[in-house]
């Protein structure tokens, strides 16, 4: 424990918040020199991630200590991928590996094993990163999720994130929008549309099509809760 003592307090704060996993140039920015990071690493009181990169630990890295580690490898304005962006705003059920990173066009981050990196386009998304790791908005994930989904988990996708408050049609219409390409737009109209009709499943979504609105039928009462009742009713 001795060896931990050396270190600022504000240090041990950022390892913390970081997931465990700290930069050379935010370790030097506390005073820290390059041979006490190199004792520590020798010691077996840190690990080594990648070049400059370390956790303040011996033990594996946790997939968001990893997470942090790419962020903190592709510098300023790097953020986490459509994948691991989806996974951290509950869209996503599995952590995905190796993780994805964007960086912007220009910058170099060839590190391989438990990162993907890939340069951003200007103007491909928004360039507002939101949380910590930076990650991608809930708007862009989903856009970008949703390019290479097939129709399928496409509906299960933008539903998922409808009904779990994560965002509402309207901001994903706007965000959609905001691209000057989208292959998928008036598919993902169409089905925006149908969520905020209230249609919850690929299933409901065709009787919507095929049914509901070529025989010129009334709306189905969607989702309606019942007094008393732990669940929701579907079309009635």
């Given at each position: 424990?001795?060896?931990?003592?050396?270190?600022?307090?504000?240090?041990?704060?950022?390892?913390?918040?970081?997931?465990?996993?700290?930069?050379?140039?935010?370790?030097?920015?506390?005073?820290?020199?390059?041979?006490?990071?190199?004792?520590?690493?020798?010691?077996?009181?840190?690990?080594?991630?990648?070049?400059?990169?370390?956790?303040?630990?011996?033990?594996?890295?946790?997939?968001?200590?990893?997470?942090?580690?790419?962020?903190?490898?592709?510098?300023?304005?790097?953020?986490?991928?459509?994948?691991?962006?989806?996974?951290?705003?509950?869209?996503?059920?599995?952590?995905?590996?190796?993780?994805?990173?964007?960086?912007?066009?220009?910058?170099?981050?060839?590190?391989?094993?438990?990162?993907?990196?890939?340069?951003?386009?200007?103007?491909?998304?928004?360039?507002?990163?939101?949380?910590?790791?930076?990650?991608?908005?809930?708007?862009?994930?989903?856009?970008?999720?949703?390019?290479?989904?097939s129709e399928?988990?496409?509906?299960?996708?933008?539903?998922?994130?409808?009904?779990?408050?994560?965002?509402?049609?309207?901001?994903?219409?706007?965000?959609?929008?905001?691209?000057?390409?989208?292959?998928?737009?008036?598919?993902?109209?169409?089905?925006?549309?149908?969520?905020?009709?209230?249609?919850?499943?690929?299933?409901?979504?065709?009787?919507?099509?095929?049914?509901?609105?070529?025989?010129?039928?009334?709306?189905?009462?969607?989702?309606?809760?019942?007094?008393?009742?732990?669940?929701w009713t579907?079309?009635?």
């Amino acid at each position: 424990m001795r060896a931990h003592q050396e270190f600022p307090a504000a240090l041990t704060e950022l390892a913390k918040a970081q997931a465990g996993v700290v930069s050379r140039e935010q370790v030097r920015l506390f005073g820290v020199t390059d041979a006490a990071v190199e004792r520590m690493l020798r010691e077996g009181w840190w690990r080594h991630l990648a070049r400059g990169i370390y956790q303040t630990a011996p033990t594996d890295p946790t997939w968001n200590g990893l997470a942090w580690a790419g962020v903190l490898i592709g510098g300023d304005r790097a953020r986490l991928g459509p994948e691991a962006s989806g996974f951290l705003h509950n869209l996503v059920d599995e952590a995905p590996r190796p993780i994805d990173v964007l960086v912007p066009v220009g910058c170099s981050a060839r590190v391989g094993g438990d990162w993907r990196f890939s340069r951003e386009r200007p103007g491909a998304r928004s360039a507002r990163s939101v949380n910590d790791p930076a990650r991608l908005t809930v708007e862009d994930t989903v856009l970008d999720l949703s390019a290479i989904a097939s129709e399928g988990d496409l509906v299960g996708l933008l539903t998922a994130a409808v009904q779990r408050r994560k965002t509402t049609p309207r901001r994903l219409l706007t965000a959609m929008n905001e691209r000057s390409r989208y292959k998928d737009r008036e598919l993902v109209t169409d089905i925006l549309g149908d969520v905020a009709a209230g249609a919850e499943s690929p299933l409901e979504m065709r009787y919507l099509h095929d049914v509901e609105r070529p025989h010129g039928l009334p709306c189905g009462d969607r989702q309606r809760s019942r007094r008393g009742l732990p669940y929701w009713t579907d079309v009635g």
